[in-house]
């Protein structure tokens, strides 16, 4: 069966500290990947979409960068972290039909 | 862009009352999906509606497609305090927008017993 591991599942991070969090999915292969951020209490915004390794599509200018070195590993990161960047990040994967997410880590910058 | 709207964004009932959310995409979508989100948890995938006017129950969730395939709703019948949470719906782009979903930004419902 598909899984999908998304760690750390809390993070405090000083203001300019670099940052990155790592998806993994097991069970399927070429899935669909998005970076998800919710501010607390608003809707998902769409930070990040990849279709196969070394494909990033941008939605939103920003502090963050993703990288997919290998079909099943989604890594998303800073070099510089702002308060702006506190939030609950999810990771998901689809194949064209539902989208499966993990469990979230909730990072807040201080 | 695309963009799926959705309304309203906060909702709060009584116990028993009846919940409507509703989402209107600018574009025509190939599919509308529907996902909850518990509080502190993660969405999770409810349900899919793919042709035009289709309509589904889930128990006491009932959902609808629009036949243009721009709108849906999700309908909640006499709900409980455990239909709190956020549902977000997701519209899927037709193909040659590769298949991404965009995601509403979501109805928080808050149920009083």
């Known amino acids: 069966s598909q899984t999908i591991h998304q760690w750390p599942a809390t993070l405090v991070q000083p203001v300019g500290s670099p940052l990155s969090l790592e998806c993994t999915v097991e069970?399927?292969?070429?899935?669909?990947l998005y970076w998800y951020r919710q501010a607390a209490g608003r809707g998902l915004q769409l930070l990040f979409y990849?279709?196969?390794?070394?494909?990033i599509s941008s939605e939103v200018p920003q502090n963050l960068s993703a990288s997919r070195p290998q079909d099943r590993q989604f890594i998303l990161s800073s070099k510089k972290l702002l308060l702006s960047d506190s939030g609950f990040y999810l990771c998901?994967?689809?194949?064209?039909?539902?989208?499966?997410f993990g469990q979230g880590t909730r990072l807040t910058v201080v | 862009g695309q963009q799926v709207m959705q309304i309203p964004q906060y909702q709060h009932v009584q116990e028993g009352e009846d919940f409507t959310t509703y989402c209107n995409s600018s574009t025509t979508l190939s599919n509308i999906q529907w996902y909850k989100q518990r509080p502190g948890g993660h969405p999770v995938f409810l349900i899919q509606?793919?042709?035009?006017?289709e309509v589904k129950k889930q128990k006491r969730l009932t959902f609808q497609f629009g036949e243009a395939k721009k709108n849906s709703s999700l309908h909640i019948t006499a709900t409980q305090t455990t239909d709190v949470g956020t549902y977000f719906c997701a519209g899927g782009l037709l193909p040659g927008n590769t298949g991404k979903l965009i995601f509403g930004q979501g109805t928080t419902l808050q149920v009083k017993p």
């Open positions: 990849s279709v196969g390794i070394g494909q």
């Open positions: 998901a994967w689809d194949h064209y039909t539902e989208a499966f």
């Open positions: 069970g399927t292969s070429n899935p669909n």
């Open positions: 509606l793919v042709k035009s006017g």
